[in-house]
């Protein structure tokens, strides 16, 4: 049984954010960098982006790559 995109998403966001929301690490960037802020949101929008068209198999094989490497 394949996770969905939007627990995919909710793990992979906990992987990179930490107990951050992203839109606060935008924030938190913005605030010390205009320019590094903007990359921020960019870099944000491809992530959301690249879920959506990943199949679920996709992104459960990725976030298994990922777990089995931090272990």
């Known amino acids: 049984m394949t996770i969905s995109k939007t627990e995919a998403k ?3 966001e906990r992987l990179i954010f ?3 929301h ?3 690490w935008i924030n938190d960037i ?11 949101a960019k ?3 491809v ?5 959506e068209l990943c199949r679920e198999e996709q992104l459960e094989n990725l976030l298994q790559s990922i777990y089995q ?3």
């Open 10 to 12: 909710q793990l992979l």
């Open 18 to 20: 930490e107990d951050t």
């Open 22 to 24: 992203p839109q606060d």
């Open 30 to 40: 913005w605030g010390l960098s205009p320019m590094h802020g903007d990359s921020c």
């Open 43 to 45: 870099l944000l929008e």
């Open 47 to 51: 992530f959301y982006e690249l879920i």
């Open 69 to 71: 490497e931090k272990l």
